[in-house]
T-cell receptor, first 115, second 114 residues
Framework: EAGVAQSPRYKIIEKRQSVAFWCNPISGHATLYWYQQILGQGPKLLIQ????????DSQLPKDRFSAERLKGVDSTLKIQPAKLEDSAVYLC?????????????FGSGTRLTVV | AQSVTQLDSQVPVFEEAPVELRCNYS??????LFWYVQYPNQGLQLLLKYLSGSTLVESINGFEAEFNKSQTSFHLRKPSVHISDTAEYFCAVSPNTGFQKLVFGTGTRLLVSP
């Protein structure tokens, strides 16, 4: 079974520029998550999709972050404009419904550096 | 809402010594509990989880964790650590109803030296 694919692996941008990350979940996984992991901290949930609908985006900074999941499969996370404090690893994860029982699968992440 | 506290940001131990990584949680609803491990430059991997039943759960590589509902804790232990156990360990909780999601603690870096 292929894992959760993310790209790019690394990205360096200047502040105020825009950036987009892509995630391809495991086939058949209805739920998709985007997490932000700042250095020295635990991952923080930004947004959760169930198929192509948003079920939780309470911690997404909506003035600069946006995310979509077209056709309930791939997802993109965008930051526009980026700030220095957005430097982090952005993790994508997917799961079947009943995630705790069947498990969450994490991608390797995109490391973003904003300079 | 849920929250997780990992009080120890770093735990240094010698090889073959026992170790305990502490985790306490807060939640207004019943939760499932998890430990994830992140080796340097790698992704998050599930170490073990508690869903129901026996409060003591074990992993295949010798770690165990015990769910204590009264103390809202889920401490991770290993009786004898190896150099290869050096990694970041994250405790996480998920509500056991509704849309499930992981809420992570800040992590504990386990440093095993010879």
């Amino acid at each position: 079974e292929a894992g959760v694919a993310q790209s790019p692996r690394y990205k360096i941008i200047e502040k105020r520029q825009s950036v987009a990350f892509w995630c391809n979940p495991i086939s058949g996984h209805a739920t998709l998550y985007w997490y932000q992991q700042i250095l020295g901290q635990g991952p923080k949930l930004l947004i959760q999709f169930q198929n192509n609908g948003v079920v939780d985006d309470s911690q997404l900074p909506k003035d600069r972050f946006s995310a979509e999941r077209l056709k309930g499969v791939d997802s993109t996370l965008k930051i526009q404009p980026a700030k220095l404090e957005d430097s982090a690893v952005y993790l994508c994860a997917s799961s079947l419904e009943g995630a705790a029982l069947y498990g969450y699968t994490f991608g390797s992440g995109t490391r973003l550096t904003v300079v | 809402a849920q929250s997780v506290t990992q009080l120890d940001s770093q735990v240094p131990v010698f090889e073959e010594a026992p170790v305990e990584l502490r985790c306490n949680y807060s939640s207004s609803v019943s939760v499932y509990l998890f430990w994830y491990v992140q080796y340097p430059n790698q992704g998050l991997q599930l170490l073990l989880k508690y869903l129901s039943g026996s409060t003591l759960v074990e992993s295949i590589n010798g770690f165990e964790a015990e769910f204590n509902k009264s103390q809202t804790s889920f401490h991770l232990r290993k009786p004898s650590v190896h150099i290869s156990d050096t990694a970041e360990y994250f405790c996480a909780v998920s509500p056991n109803t509704g849309f499930q999601k992981l809420v992570f603690g800040t992590g504990t870096r386990l440093l095993v030296s010879p």
